[in-house]
């Protein structure tokens, strides 16, 4: 019964090739996000999806394409690997109703680009 | 822009001391703040979240504080153990309230 999954957990591809990444969350929340956690573990926002639609998109390269099938799934398709996308990517979500805006992450997908 | 600052990296205490830990934020002020730990190889897991008119909010061992004038929020654990041992992660809403964003996080030690 995990609240936010992902997969796969460990990702590594060559330089040039394109791969994605599955979440899913059995909350019932209406939001979900991706970041990405660099090697110096800082953690930055690049995608927001409320009920399928898109609300945040930070400045990421638009090899980068999120894609929300239905208000459970968002996931993380990238284009044309390159070595900086290495990286941990963290998909969360949260619910609307509440007054805050406390996310619940999945266990994250470790990219490594060769 | 907005930012939010954890002034140590690493901090490494003895098992049955209080760890205290700093958060620092600047060109805005929000309406809460939020505190999340971090273990290798895992998720950032919620622990708490304080708003601008709490003083104080504690759970269990767990205390912070937050202080308006210094744009400042302090995590404390007291009677630390070796099984606190993780990354905690400050964070606040950006001014839409459509997304969160971090500090950089203070990894703690405890030693026993």
């Known amino acids: 019964d995990t609240a936010v999954s992902q997969t796969p957990k460990y990702l590594v591809t060559q330089m040039g090739n394109d791969k994605s990444i599955k979440c899913e969350q059995n909350l019932g929340h209406d939001t979900m996000y991706w970041y990405k956690q660099d090697s110096k573990k800082f953690l930055k926002i690049m995608f927001s999806?409320?009920?399928?639609?898109?609300?945040i998109n930070e400045t990421v390269p638009n090899r980068f394409s999120p894609k929300s099938p239905d208000k459970a799934h968002l996931n993380l398709h990238i284009n044309s690997l390159e070595l900086g996308d290495s990286a941990v990517y963290f998909c969360?979500?949260?619910?609307?109703?509440?007054?805050?805006?406390?996310?619940?992450f999945g266990p994250g997908t470790r990219l490594t680009v060769l | 822009s907005q930012k939010i600052e954890q002034n140590s990296e690493a901090l490494n205490i003895q098992e049955g001391k209080t760890a205290t830990l700093t958060c620092n934020y600047t060109?805005?002020?929000?309406?809460?703040l939020q505190w999340y730990r971090q273990d290798p190889g895992r998720g950032p897991v919620f622990l708490l979240l304080i708003r601008e008119n709490e003083k104080e909010k504690r759970k269990e061992r767990l205390k912070v504080t937050f202080d308006t004038t210094l744009k400042q929020s302090l995590f404390h654990i007291t009677a630390s153990q070796p099984a606190d041992s993780a990354t905690y992660l400050c964070a606040h809403s950006n001014q839409a309230g459509t997304a969160l964003i971090f500090g950089k996080g203070t990894t703690l030690s405890v030693s026993s």
């Open positions: 969360a979500s949260r619910h609307n109703g509440g007054s805050t805006d406390t996310q619940y």
């Open positions: 999806y409320n009920n399928k639609e898109l609300i």
């Open positions: 060109n805005y002020s929000p309406a809460y």
